[in-house]
């Protein structure tokens, strides 16, 4: 295709992305997180809005600047995540599900900052589970076209096809987190790419060519979609 329809590609089309890692509230100072940077999501996000796309970019807590053209709603735990989630992507022709969202949350948050006791060597904060964001999101009629990551460490092809089928999904992008040059909080990433047909290999590269050509892989999947 031309320079010109790669630039209007998704002209007109509101697309919603989850970004970043959550934070799970302990007391009013401590939190439970993870490691991602939100790169993968942002770059994302700056390459579906070049496409021209109305984005969306719902993010966790990160160091990084909302890319040009996009509206950024900022949040912190998984469960406002989750309600801003299901508010955009009801309008959403196309939602990506790029966080690293907490799976569990401390059941009770305290009020006040947590003492230690005397004489207590040990600690239980009991985990509840949080909500599948990007599940809910599939299951809405109509849905948008969902696409889901998976960061795995084994058996990566496996999980990310079981992911793809349990949430249905209509993509799956799957990189191998046990590898430290790619993935978590590095600038560069290697993925494979599983619909129901297909699986698509996007060797080592940057995060922000790979987001570049995720989203045309993304907007020609979503586009047959349509016409099917
Ligand atoms: N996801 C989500 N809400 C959650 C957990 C995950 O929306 N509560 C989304 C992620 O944004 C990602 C996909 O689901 O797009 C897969 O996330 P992942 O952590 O790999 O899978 P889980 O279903 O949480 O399974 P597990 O962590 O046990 O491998
Ligand atoms: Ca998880």
Redesign the pocket.
């Known amino acids: 295709s031309t320079n010109a329809d790669t630039i209007n590609r998704l002209n007109g089309k509101r697309v919603v992305i989850?970004a970043g890692p959550t934070r799970e509230a302990i007391d009013p100072v401590r939190y439970l997180s993870n490691e991602s940077s939100g790169k993968m999501g942002y770059a994302l996000a700056a390459a579906a809005a070049i496409c021209g796309a109305e984005v969306t970019l719902i993010s966790g807590p990160t160091q990084l600047t909302p890319p040009q053209n996009v509206s950024r709603i900022n949040v912190i735990s998984?469960t406002d995540m989750h309600e801003a989630a299901m508010a955009y992507a009801e309008k959403a022709d196309i939602f990506i599900?790029?966080?690293a969202?907490a799976?569990f949350r401390p059941e009770h948050v305290a009020s006040t900052k947590l003492k230690k006791k005397i004489g207590e060597e040990a600690m239980v904060i009991k985990l509840i589970k949080?909500?599948?964001?990007?599940a809910n999101v599939a299951a809405l009629t109509p849905k948008p076209f969902t696409v889901?990551?998976?960061?795995e460490t084994n058996n990566v092809d496996q999980?990310a096809r079981d992911?793809l089928t349990r949430?249905h999904l209509d993509m799956i992008i799957a990189n191998d987190v046990s590898r430290s040059e790619i993935g978590f909080n590095s600038e560069h990433n290697e993925v494979t790419v599983f619909s129901e047909y297909d699986e698509i290999h996007f060797p080592h590269q940057s995060k922000d060519r790979l987001a570049k050509a995720l989203i045309q892989t993304i907007a020609n999947a979503f586009q047959s979609a349509m016409d099917r």
């Open positions: 989850t998984a599900g790029a966080a969202v799976d949080n909500p599948d964001i990007i889901g990551f998976a960061a999980y992911k949430k």
